[in-house]
């Protein structure tokens, strides 16, 4: 778990969370919008797909749960004296949905969306678990061990799914061609202590 920590294939770069810590305003209003893009993701799949009963009833209670997490965030800024502030391009995010395969029946699709839904729950379980050990403010280390914890059950969630519609050897190969091609992403993606990924 400790280097390839979910299948990662590329640990996140050490000097992230030393950057992160200087601007926790930043990571903490970026944090917040990727807690509400996994909301919207979530309810997406599920009016796209209502016919699929697993999915319908997995991915309900997470749509919450994500909600959850937005609204610690918001607590986590107000605290500081901080508001939400505008939303940042996500270079990460629209780099990775170029990873979906378009075309093929509506499982493949489907699949393709939850594995990318998988792989973002990864590499941010992956992040939260270097702030939790790394960051020095106690109150915020408790709240990332949380969300460590929370987002490796999502990860799960999504995979177990993309494995209900698709037999398992499909999943698993694309799911190896996806952290692949995530690692590329990120090997090329500068390192930026204002974003959570
Ligand atoms: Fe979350
Ligand atoms: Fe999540």
Redesign the pocket.
């Known amino acids: 778990m400790e280097k390839h920590i979910l299948g990662l294939e590329l640990p996140t770069d050490p000097r992230w969370v030393n950057i992160a810590e200087k601007s926790i305003e930043d990571i903490l209003v970026d944090h917040a919008y990727?807690?509400q893009k996994?909301?919207s993701s979530c309810i997406s799949l599920i009016v796209k797909f209502p016919d699929k009963r697993e999915l319908v009833e997995m991915l309900t209670p997470v749509v919450a749960?994500?909600w959850g997490?937005?609204e610690r965030v918001i607590e986590e800024l107000t605290k500081r004296g901080f508001g939400l502030g505008k939303q940042r391009k996500d270079e990460y995010v629209l780099q990775l949905s170029k990873l979906e395969k378009k075309g093929g029946s509506r499982e493949q699709q489907l699949v393709e969306k939850l594995l990318i839904n998988a792989l973002i729950?990864a590499r941010?379980c992956e992040r939260f678990r270097l702030l939790w050990k790394h960051i020095e403010d106690e109150s915020l280390q408790k709240f990332y061990y949380e969300?460590m914890v929370?987002?490796a059950g999502?990860y799960k969630n999504f995979l177990q799914l993309a494995k209900t519609y698709l037999p398992d050897e499909y999943v698993m190969k694309r799911w190896k061609e996806i952290l692949k091609g995530e690692a590329d992403i990120l090997a090329n993606l500068e390192v930026r202590g204002d974003r959570m990924h």
Request: glycine fraction near 0%; proline fraction near 0%; aromatic fraction near 8%.
């Open positions: 990727c807690e996994a909301a749960e994500e997490h937005f729950e941010s969300l929370s987002e999502h």
